[in-house]
């Protein structure tokens, strides 16, 4: 079937326009080196994380609660006995991955994620908490924020050493 010019050119336009997507769009590309901070199965085997500027988002509970659930620092660990993005913490908390999203630009990198966590003394209970992961592509060490509705703060993650 011949098509005429002006059809062709349509039909590559739209087939153009339509695999870019918006400029804005967030781009996961898997044939890129590992997601520097979820995949640390093949980056790193295990990684430090502290946690600082907890804040209460509610009156329900107190500051103390936060603080007793998050803690200062723990190390990370992807669980032997888990699927990919399931972390375990060396306190046994149970972390497992979800919901993600990440961009990469100009160096930058930046991943939205959502994750629910087993607490070791609350076994029972699987609460969500969503971050926020800034830093540069081929660094070591990333910042974020997280929340989970009841408690917020700021974290640092870096490689265990």
């Given at each position: 079937m011949h098509l005429?010019?002006?059809?062709?050119?349509?039909l590559?336009?739209?087939?153009t326009l339509g695999i870019l997507g918006p400029a804005s769009s967030q781009v996961i590309l898997r044939e890129n080196r590992a997601n520097p901070f979820t995949d640390m199965k093949r980056v790193s085997p295990s990684r430090h994380v502290q946690i600082d500027?907890?804040?209460v988002l509610t009156e329900s509970?107190?500051?103390?609660f936060c603080k007793e659930r998050?803690?200062?620092?723990?190390?990370?660990y992807p669980d032997p006995d888990g699927?990919?993005?399931q972390f375990i913490s060396k306190e046994n908390d149970k972390l497992a991955l979800y919901d993600r999203s990440e961009l990469r630009q100009e160096g930058i990198y930046t991943e939205h994620a959502k994750l629910f966590i087993t607490f070791q003394n609350d076994p029972d209970v699987e609460v969500e908490v969503t971050i926020f992961i800034t830093g540069f592509v081929n660094s070591k060490m990333f910042s974020g924020v997280f929340s989970?509705?009841?408690?917020?703060?700021h974290f640092s993650v870096a490689d265990a050493k």
């Open positions: 005429p010019k002006l059809t062709r050119f349509g590559a336009l739209i087939l500027n907890i804040t509970v107190g500051i103390e998050y803690g200062n620092e723990t190390t990370l699927r990919h993005g989970d509705g009841i408690c917020s703060g």
